[in-house]
């Protein structure tokens, strides 16, 4: 089934973050992804599996063009209403990060250095955009005919560690089906070991970030009676050894909790995702950090978070899925 639309996305160059945005462009819908270094948009490419053709025609007639073997239109432009700003990725045990100020590792998938060009051209076509352009006209959603191009990513760079300026960093957006947060900083450090910085860091991506989104969003989401999806942290973890990322986590969950109850007048749905130990490679590093082993084959894939999600967006209108909590069966 395909399904029309416009969906907001952090954390979109993770690895659970990637398998979303192809999700949901196999899906039909179209991805708004929140990238704070379009540098790392190397992570994206893997959606070039799905397509090899050279040219498309992407949603509204406008014609994309694919460099190289890139999905035809994966990325439609840039916009850069507020100026270079973060882009942190997916969970799994803990959540895909970001680099802060305090040197917190970048594990999104892709590159940063000289070849981050050739990352991006890999994906298509990018055209910088211009802060007045006219958005709600442009973020339309159409239907994709059978055997046509999925619809494509819009690159919106705003910095999540610096949740105050989102405001302008955003372009005005008419309407939105759906917001799915799937941004966090994840580090490993015990109370003793973790400085204001990371505690301000850590806060600022994995909730305040949120919080600011959905108060710049609501309006537009309640035009659709759409859908939000909080990605959290795995069943029952534990805080020992990462407290500002536990807490931040905890913190999120009251934050859809409140959502939840404050905006059903208005028809929107919100739903918290718990997925266990996911198979990406910050997962890997945080079991190295806490000295504890990494097996992919014993963890969840991101397709299966992914699937997840488009469950939580999918759901028929008179079903309200709060909260979805999966481990791996390994």
């Not at 999700?23 to 790392?40: F, I, M, Q, T």
């Not at 050894?241 to 934050?255: D, I, T």
């Not at 950090?289 to 894939?301: E, V």
Request: aromatic share 4%; proline share 8%; net charge negative.
């Amino acid at each position: 089934m395909t399904h029309d639309g416009t969906v907001l996305l952090t954390g979109a160059t993770g690895g659970i973050g990637s398998a979303i945005a192809r999700a949901l462009l196999d899906a039909g819908y179209r991805v708004l992804a929140v990238v704070r270094d379009p540098s790392h948009l190397g992570a994206l490419g893997s959606l070039d599996e799905r397509c090899g053709a050279d040219d498309a025609t992407g949603p509204g007639g406008r014609a994309h063009k694919a460099i190289g073997s890139g999905l035809p239109g994966a990325v439609d432009e840039i916009a850069r209403p507020g100026g270079p700003t973060e882009e942190a990725a997916g969970p799994g045990e803990p959540t895909e990060q970001g680099t802060s100020s305090v040197g917190l590792t970048e594990q999104a998938a892709g590159s940063s250095g000289p070849g981050a060009v050739d990352d991006i051209a890999r994906l298509g076509e990018i055209t910088p955009m211009a802060a007045n352009l006219p958005w709600p006209g442009m973020m339309t959603p159409a239907t994709p005919s059978a055997g046509a191009t999925p619809t494509g990513v819009t690159i919106v760079v705003a910095d999540l560690a610096r949740p105050e300026t989102l405001a302008t960093a955003l372009p005005d957006i008419g309407e939105l089906d759906a917001f799915v947060h799937c941004a966090g900083i994840a580090e490993v450090a015990a109370t003793a070991d973790s400085p204001v910085e990371l505690w301000r860091d850590t806060f600022n991506v994995n909730v305040v970030s949120a919080a600011e989104l959905l108060r710049l969003l609501l309006p537009a989401l309640r035009r659709r009676r759409g859908r939000v999806v909080l990605i959290n942290a795995a069943p029952g973890l534990s805080p020992r050894g990462w407290p500002a990322y536990a807490a931040s986590k905890a913190a999120l969950r009251e934050l859809g909790d409140a959502v939840r109850a404050e905006e059903d007048p208005h028809g929107i749905r919100v739903t918290t995702i718990y997925p266990g130990g996911t198979a990406t490679e910050l997962l890997r590093k945080v079991r190295a950090d806490f000295g504890s082993p990494y097996d992919p084959d014993q963890c969840l894939r991101p397709s299966t978070v992914a699937a997840l999600v488009l469950t939580a967006l999918t759901t028929s209108p008179d079903a309200h899925l709060t909260e979805l909590s999966v481990g791996s069966a390994g």
